[in-house]
């Protein structure tokens, strides 16, 4: 069975960082592209970023204006979000997804984490 | 960056009935998704490729259209299909979604 879990959430002051993590299991991770989306409470969806198999393409959403940073590590099955210089409209439900080999949008999501930022 | 539009803000209907969500984006879109959301869970892929369902996704669901335009059509709609819809481009380098449908009960 396909899982996606992510950790590494909580509160955190404005202007600070945090590193997000997604653990893969039940597909070979490495052959994926995957994504991170977040969703601000009682908001819609917004894509964050994308990085394909090998980290050979990486794409972010342009209103993070250089602050995140996605990455992976295929022999760890993880993927991670590194966050910077956090304001209180980074406050959401940070989802992993990963990115169809058919469908080339999202197929799989995990819960979400709770990323609150506040003073 | 593709801007996609998404009408109407809520659509209140019974079950049993047709609904019919639109999509417009505002260029030409070369693959279009739509996704489901439920209170409390994360989303979950319903159709791609404008038209093609997901694995396991009823045939009561369906999509239509191409370039700028984009319909999805749940024919008869069940209880647990009230929820928020949202439709996304994934044809560029920057997947962006539309703001969601909700779908609730009348």
């Known amino acids: 069975e396909v899982q996606l879990v992510e950790s590494g959430g909580g509160l955190v002051q404005p202007g600070g960082s945090l590193r997000l993590s997604c653990a893969a299991s039940?597909?070979?991770?490495?052959?994926?592209?995957m994504n991170w989306v977040r969703q601000a409470p009682g908001k819609g969806l917004e894509w964050v970023s994308y990085?394909?198999?090998?980290?050979?393409?990486?794409y972010y959403a342009d209103s993070l204006k250089g602050r995140f940073t996605i990455s992976r590590d295929d022999a760890k099955n993880s993927l991670y979000l590194q966050m910077n210089s956090l304001t209180d409209e980074d406050t959401a439900l940070y989802y992993c997804?990963?990115?169809?080999?058919?469908?080339?949008?999202?197929?799989?999501w995990g819960q979400g984490i709770l990323v609150t930022v506040s003073s | 960056e593709i801007v996609l539009t998404q009408s109407p803000g809520t659509l209140s209907l019974s079950p049993g009935e047709r609904a019919t969500l639109s999509c417009r984006a505002s260029?030409?879109?070369?693959?279009l998704a739509w996704y489901q959301q439920k209170p409390g869970q994360a989303p979950r892929l319903l159709i791609y490729?404008?038209?093609r369902r997901a694995t396991g996704i009823p045939d009561r669901f369906s999509g239509s259209g191409s370039g700028t335009d984009f319909t999805l059509t749940i024919s008869r709609l069940e209880p647990e299909d009230f929820a928020v819809y949202y439709c996304?481009?994934?044809?560029?380098?920057?997947?962006?979604f539309g703001p969601g449908t909700k779908v609730d009960i009348k």
């Open positions: 997804a990963r990115t169809g080999y058919s469908s080339g949008c999202f197929d799989r």
């Open positions: 039940g597909f070979s991770f490495s052959s994926y592209s």
């Open positions: 990085i394909s198999t090998r980290s050979v393409n990486i």
């Open positions: 260029q030409s879109v070369s693959s």
């Open positions: 490729g404008a038209s």
């Open positions: 996304q481009q994934y044809g560029s380098s920057r997947f962006t």
